[in-house]
């Protein structure tokens, strides 16, 4: 028995009336804004209650190279990237989780409260070391 390919199965849908779905991007009321900054680079993503992603940006993948990705201005030109994809589909209410030690966390906070973001909470998940491994030996000579 032959199956139908994709094609033969979007013309039987036509020729019966249904129409071949379509995605609809869906409004989404509240969401979660990831911030991951390095001193390499800067990562935001912006996802929904359920963790689904709804959108991301970098500081490289905007053309920034070298030590420009991790200062405040490639952060700013992120969250201006971000706003722009999810204008239509939303979360504008959102809870802000940072992560990492650079310069570009402030300004990346700052610039989606000035793109009209409303910030629910802000959490900082950076890991802290607390003593850490077991140091060398003394090397005895």
Known sequence: ?????????????????KTPSVKKAKSVDSGRVYINV???????TVTDDNGNVIAWASAGSLGFSGPKK??????QKV?????????KTGPFNVDVIVSGMSV???????SLVNHG???????DVTPIP???PKPKKVRRV
Do not use: C, L, W, Y
Not at 1 to 17: D, H, I, L, P, R
Not at 117 to 123: C, E, M, P, R
């Open 1 to 17: 028995m032959a199956t139908k390919t994709n094609q033969s199965k979007k013309t039987a849908a036509v020729k019966s009336g």
């Open 38 to 44: 390095s001193f390499n680079n800067t990562i935001i």
């Open 70 to 75: 991790a200062t405040p201005f490639a952060s």
């Open 79 to 87: 969250v201006a990237t971000i706003a722009e994809k999810i204008a």
């Open 104 to 110: 570009g966390r402030d300004s990346a906070i700052r």
């Open 117 to 123: 973001f409303t910030i629910n909470s802000i959490k």
């Open 130 to 132: 607390h003593n850490g």
